[in-house]
C-alpha cells in the first residue's frame, strides 16, 4: 500500500527549531525524488525543498535556503526536513511529496508528485 505521512509540526517560538519527518511506505521506497510544499488557507501551496533520493543532491527556495535543510537517514532513507531561526512567516501546513517514476525532481516540480501526505501544522509565533 502507498502512503505518506508527516510527523514533527507543532507550535515553535521565533528562532526556534523543528524537524518535520516524511515516513513512506515500502511500495515509494525507492523513489526518485522527494518533496516538502507548505501552504497557507487562502494562499497558493509554495514549494519549500527537495532532494534527490538516489544521488543526494538538495534544493531550496530562497525564502529558506541557509535555515532549512533537507536529508535523509541510512537506515530507512526516511526524509527529514530541519527547519532552524523559523519566523512566524513559516507558519503553514507542510506537506511531503513523492515521485513515481525516474524522472528527476525538476520533473516532478513541473508535472506532478506522484503521492502526497495529509501535511503536519507548523505554528512560529
Known amino acids: 500500500d502507498v502512503q505518506l505521512v508527516e510527523s514533527g509540526g507543532g507550535s515553535v517560538r521565533a528562532g526556534g527549531s523543528l524537524r518535520l519527518s516524511c515516513a513512506a511506505s515500502?511500495?515509494?521506497?525507492?523513489?526518485?525524488?522527494m518533496g516538502w510544499f507548505r501552504q497557507v488557507p487562502g494562499k497558493e501551496r509554495e514549494w519549500v525543498a527537495a532532494?534527490?533520493?538516489?544521488?543526494?543532491?538538495?534544493s531550496y527556495d530562497d525564502s529558506v535556503k541557509g535555515r532549512f535543510t533537507v536529508s535523509q537517514t541510512r537506515a530507512k532513507n526516511t526524509p527529514y526536513l530541519q527547519m532552524n531561526s523559523l519566523k512566524p512567516e513559516d507558519t503553514a501546513t507542510y506537506y511531503c511529496?513523492?515521485?513515481?517514476?525516474?524522472?528527476?525532481?525538476?520533473?516532478?516540480?513541473?508535472?506532478?508528485?506522484?503521492?502526497w501526505g495529509q501535511g503536519t501544522q507548523v505554528t512560529v509565533s
Open positions: 511529496a513523492a515521485g513515481s517514476g525516474k524522472y528527476g525532481c525538476e520533473w516532478y516540480l513541473r508535472y506532478g508528485f506522484g503521492y
Open positions: 515500502e511500495d515509494i521506497f525507492n523513489s526518485d525524488c
Open positions: 532532494i534527490d533520493r538516489l544521488g543526494g543532491s538538495t
